[in-house]
């Protein structure tokens, strides 16, 4: 309590990045990754706030050098998320004031260069979607952990449609079977584990994880390759991908899915002297990111379930 008023309250550092190169010249080359690391602390401190006191804070940029050191200190590779949980449980049992970490990573997904159909062994090349990872540690051991995927950007030309929808004077979409479906994809997943001693030990199974998950949700999202789907609306497609995504992982509690409609429009231009300059046959099409549709959900495990 603060002068009778009740503050919630966290501080810490955003967007630290941060590189780390593993030296390994005599098994499938150098590895590296790129992270921009957040990190937010729940800590007892209320006199800052209150009277100008700062004798609790831990500064942000004491949180900015751990980051550094923490990544000097994994002599061997390691996943986003355990370096996540690393850090988190660090500033949460470090500090006697920090009851709990909070840590965010995005991870730049470069990937190892193949040269003359072999793996490079120190070219790398940057692919699009990106690698996320989401810690609280608490100090008691309790912890939340989720991975998730950003601009994982997926587009088929058929096999998806948008009809019956309520139609009113406002309406002038027409009904469709056939039209392109695009979309960038952000989700997070949130794994079971709810104690850092539930943790998995092998250091890789959460990237293997991340490989796999992606593998369902696009395998999900377009159908066997020959024949594809038919997608009825953006919302059916979300709930089919979070669903085999619950399905076929057990350890994953929960997923949230965020898939813009990004809108592929149908060209037709005309004029009275030449009415059809342009007419649409499922060819020519103005791609628009603005305005897009933006569906979203988050399926999870009901208790009769478990
Ligand atoms: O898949 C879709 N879902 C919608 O909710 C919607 N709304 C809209 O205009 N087009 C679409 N498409």
Not at 132 to 150: F, H, N, P, R, Y
């Amino acid at each position: 309590m603060a002068e009778g008023f009740k503050l919630d309250q966290k501080h810490g550092k955003s967007r630290v990045r941060v590189s780390r190169v593993w030296r390994q010249p005599l098994s499938g080359g150098d590895a590296i990754v790129e992270w921009n690391v957040s990190v937010s602390l729940f800590s007892d401190c209320l006199p800052a706030y209150t009277s100008g006191d700062n004798s609790a804070i831990v500064a942000t940029d004491s949180m900015k050098n751990t980051v550094y050191a923490k990544a000097k200190e994994c002599s061997e590779v390691v996943s986003v998320e355990v370096f996540a949980i690393i850090l988190a449980r660090h500033f949460s049992s470090f500090y006697p004031q920090v009851s709990a970490a909070e840590v965010k990573i995005v991870e730049k997904p470069w990937e190892r260069m193949v040269v003359s159909g072999r793996p490079h062994s120190h070219g790398f090349k940057l692919g699009s979607e990106m690698h996320t990872t989401e810690v609280t540690a608490k100090k008691c051991g309790a912890l939340s952990l989720a991975s998730g995927i950003q601009q994982l950007s997926l587009l088929k030309t058929t096999m998806s449609g948008f009809e019956e929808f309520v139609r009113d004077k406002y309406t002038l979409l027409p009904e469709t079977r056939e039209r392109m479906m695009a979309t960038e994809v952000t989700t997070s997943w949130r794994y079971t584990y709810d104690h850092v001693s539930q943790i998995p030990p092998d250091p890789f199974c959460f990237t293997e994880r991340y490989k796999d998950v992606k593998k369902v949700l696009e395998e999900t999202f377009f159908g066997p390759p020959d024949t594809g789907v038919y997608s009825p609306s953006v919302q059916n497609t979300l709930y089919l991908m979070a669903k085999a995504v619950l399905n076929r992982f057990q350890d994953i509690a929960s997923i949230h899915l965020r898939m813009p409609n990004l809108h592929f429009l149908p060209v037709n231009l005309s004029s009275k002297e030449n009415p059809t300059m342009v007419k649409f046959d499922n060819d020519v099409y103005v791609p628009t990111d603005e305005p897009h549709g933006t569906i979203e959900a988050t399926l999870s495990r009901t208790m009769s379930k478990m």
